[in-house]
């Protein structure tokens, strides 16, 4: 069992609660231990990163250095709080100046010295890679029995490479492994890795929604039973805004958007309880029940 330390962040800690019990229910089966951070606060997304960069990195480095106190691996299950976390990280572990200044600053406020030896690991990777997807084929014993699975990376988890560590984002492959080895069908198509619009919605809802129609009615052209995330706020949009895309298009979509733990859970067995579908507002159960046959 990998111990790593657990940062859920502020979606999966409000309104994507079932993101967070699916991945706490889901962990051990995949051969982790989560330690919840429970000291932390938000990673500022991208708007503290632009208002108030030195803030940004100071709020970011609080989080790392909790995280250093119980273990090496920083896991996420946020495309957002992972790229915040890495680009932080990156400047950090670069320069030892600068480390040492926002270490002073954190120690006047009685947080432990960050010492730059986190590496900062989304659940995806942890999943799709070396023991833990050897983990995962285990895991996944009722299988997803042939569901067509659309994948959708969203663009902050694959951008930019350097940070990211993605070689080729154009063509990312995590997402496509862990839906086959789940026993399910992934789908391509062009959108998978196009942005879903959550950053403009409140100032130019119409550009977003021209976004975020795009992986909706391909995926849907291609056959997909449902959608599958690694991101919450892709899923905030992907899911909650169908109705305003029916409302603007006056088509009907339902497409059922599932968090990466989710999709994985069905797979493993889990719990209606621990994966609290309820919560959706494109209800996903209906296009799961070929699964009981």
């Avoid at 299988?143 to 560590?165: D, E, T, W």
């Avoid at 391509?188 to 619009?197: E, L, N, R, S």
């Amino acid at each position: 069992m990998k111990s790593v330390a657990y940062y859920k962040g502020c979606l999966a800690s409000l309104s994507a609660k079932e993101l967070d019990t699916s991945t706490q229910a889901l962990a051990p089966r995949v051969g982790l231990e989560l330690i919840e951070l429970e000291a932390v606060t938000c990673c500022g997304a991208g708007d503290i990163h632009e208002a108030e960069p030195d803030y940004y990195l100071h709020l970011n480095a609080r989080i790392l250095a909790y995280a250093g106190q119980v273990s090496d691996t920083l896991l996420t299950v946020c495309n957002v709080c992972t790229l915040n976390l890495r680009q932080a990280n990156h400047m950090l572990q670069g320069d030892q100046n600068l480390l040492d200044r926002v270490n002073e600053n954190l120690k006047s406020v009685g947080v432990p010295a960050y010492e730059g030896t986190v590496e900062v690991r989304h659940l995806l990777w942890e999943i799709a890679e070396g023991d833990g997807y050897e983990l995962l084929k285990q895991a996944a014993h009722k299988g997803l029995k042939g569901l067509k699975v659309a994948p959708f990376y969203g663009c902050q988890i694959l951008r930019p490479s350097k940070i990211m560590g993605f070689e080729d984002p154009d063509r990312p492959w995590s997402l496509e492994r862990i839906i086959e080895a789940c026993g399910g069908e992934a789908i391509d198509y062009p959108a998978k890795i196009k942005c879903c619009g959550f950053p403009i919605i409140q100032a130019r809802e119409e550009t977003a929604m021209g976004e975020l129609i795009q992986p909706v009615e391909q995926a849907l052209e291609a056959g997909a039973d449902v959608m599958v995330t690694p991101c919450p706020l892709c899923h905030l949009s992907l899911d909650a805004w169908q109705s305003k895309l029916e409302a603007a298009t006056g088509k009907s979509f339902k497409l059922p958007i599932l968090h990466l733990a989710q999709l994985v859970g069905v797979a493993a067995g889990l719990e209606e309880s621990e994966l609290k579908f309820k919560r959706h507002i494109v209800d996903p159960r209906p296009a799961l029940e070929q699964l009981r046959v």
